[in-house]
T-cell receptor, first 117, second 116 residues
């Protein structure tokens, strides 16, 4: 099992540019999460999907951020236009959501380090 | 809303010694999960240990154990016989069980240094 795959691992862009981060969850997992990690705010959930449907996007900072999950094996997080304060490490995680309230471990990808100049 | 607090931004320990990392949380739920994650310099988030709130027995995984005090809403991690490879950021996290939400709420983390 390759684990959760994220690309790119590093992204450097200029303010105002569009940025797209990609995630491939573990095969068979039906829930996917996007987290952002910064020094100031720590790790915070941006959005999560269950069966490709966005369930909770309350953590998405503003309209410049959007996320899609067109199928069970792929998700994107897009920032347009990007700003220097978006610089952070973005993690994708997936889970095989079983019965409600049962324990299911979240598996994290290696993260994408985004730098906006 | 649930919150998780780690009051120690940094900790250090001598190799082979024992160290305890602190975590407190705030919730109105009675059933939930608590976790400790390790993040080495590679950035990979690694689950170290988990605790179900309905279990009174403290979880243990080899050299890692927790002290879960539900009434005090405290969840500390003890690392015994510390090794150089234990050096990392450690994050405490909370997850509710009701409502089917798998969302994790993290503390700000504790940076652990292991001195040879």
């Amino acid at each position: 099992d390759a684990g959760v795959i994220q690309s790119p691992r590093h992204e450097v862009t200029e303010m105002g540019q569009e940025v797209t981060l990609r995630c491939k969850p573990i095969s068979g997992h039906n829930s996917l999460f996007w987290y952002r990690q910064t020094m100031m705010r720590g790790l915070e959930l941006l959005i999560y999907f269950n069966n490709n449907v966005p369930i909770d996007d309350s953590g998405m900072p503003e309209d410049r951020f959007s996320a899609k999950m067109p199928n069970a094996s792929f998700s994107t997080l897009k920032i347009q236009p990007s700003e220097p304060r978006d610089s952070a490490v973005y993690f994708c995680a997936s889970i095989n959501k079983g019965f409600v309230s049962s324990y299911n471990e979240q598996f994290f990808g290696p993260g994408t380090r985004l730098t906006v100049l | 809303a649930q919150t998780v607090t780690q009051s120690q931004p940094e900790m250090s320990v001598q190799e082979a010694e024992t160290v305890t990392l602190s975590c407190t949380y705030d919730t109105s739920e009675s059933d939930y999960y608590l976790f400790w994650y390790k993040q080495p310099p590679s950035r990979q988030m690694i689950l170290v240990i988990r605790q179900e709130a309905y279990k009174q027995q403290n979880a243990t995984e080899n050299r890692f154990s927790v002290n879960f005090q539900k009434a005090a809403k405290s969840f500390s991690l003890k690392i015994s016989d510390s090794q150089l490879g234990d050096a990392a950021m450690y994050f405490c996290a909370y997850r509710r069980t009701q409502g089917g939400s798998e969302k994790l709420v993290f503390g700000k983390g504790t940076k652990l240094t292991v001195n040879p």
